[in-house]
């Protein structure tokens, strides 16, 4: 089956540093992935869609600034958290969606829990 | 924002009893998607409907689709105790250049007691 891979798993950063969280689709490729974020006991919520070779489209109130999202390739989607703050604390999931056009699936990566203290 | 009201927010049984879990939402959609997520780790793909079906099986899973009231039910029968997890509903808008983004519900905590 599908699987997407989310490296690190687990991160502890101070206040002020950027962090990078990587989402790899590993069997397949995908022209579209997309990055959440779940605080405890919450939904996910849509931050943005990564599209390969163009610029992330961020939904309402993210800001792009300090949430950047690069999609170099068919199998890697990077997110990177600048000058992160202890509310960012959260954790940050990606989903990939099969390039198959026919394909309405999205496969989610294990998330990455971040913390900044 | 979110788009899916889940109900009951957190629901507790007892094994071999049935779960039922609901969804609304308030746009046209193209498809609904159940997923199940153990406490702090990654989401499962359970079930996928899309808006022109009513029900689908899957084991012991059963969903209903009802457009016309944009609700959706997740049935688990025989529950068990493996299946205590988190349940979302997510909905994939019409809109073609939307590129299949989900929205979330706000989800269902099972809790099953052996």
Redesign the interface.
């Known amino acids: 089956g599908a699987v997407v891979s989310q490296h690190p798993s687990r991160v502890i950063c101070k206040s002020g540093t950027s962090v990078k969280i990587e989402c790899r689709s590993l069997d397949f490729q995908a022209t579209?992935m997309?990055w959440?974020r779940q605080f405890p006991?919450?939904?996910?919520?849509?931050m943005a869609?990564s599209?390969e070779g163009s610029k992330a489209t961020y939904e309402?109130g993210v800001e792009k600034d300090k949430f950047l999202i690069n999609h170099a390739s068919l199998t890697l989607s990077t997110l990177t958290v600048t000058s992160a703050h202890p509310e960012d604390s959260s954790?940050y999931?990606c989903?990939a969606?099969d390039a198959s056009p026919s394909s309405?699936?999205?496969?989610?990566?294990?998330?990455t829990?971040l913390t900044v203290t | 924002?979110?788009q899916g009201e889940e109900d009951p927010q957190a629901l507790s049984i007892q094994e071999g009893e049935n779960a039922t879990m609901n969804c609304s939402y308030k746009t046209s959609i193209?498809?609904l998607?159940w997923?199940r997520q153990n406490s702090?780790?990654?989401?499962?793909?359970l079930i996928?409907i899309r808006s022109n079906e009513r029900e689908k099986h899957s084991g012991r899973l059963r969903v209903t689709l009802d457009t016309s009231k944009k609700s959706s039910s997740l049935l688990i029968t025989a529950s068990r105790a493996a299946d205590t997890a988190s349940y979302?509903c997510a909905t994939?808008s019409m809109i073609y250049n939307q590129?299949?983004?989900?929205?979330?519900?706000?989800?269902t905590?099972l809790s099953v007691k052996p």
Do not use: D, W
């Open positions: 579209t997309f959440y006991k919450q939904s996910l919520m849509l869609t599209n309402q954790f999931i989903s969606r309405y699936e999205q496969y989610f990566g294990p998330g829990r | 924002s979110q193209n498809n998607q997923y702090g780790r990654g989401l499962v793909h996928l979302f994939a590129g299949g983004k989900l929205i979330f519900g706000q989800g905590e």
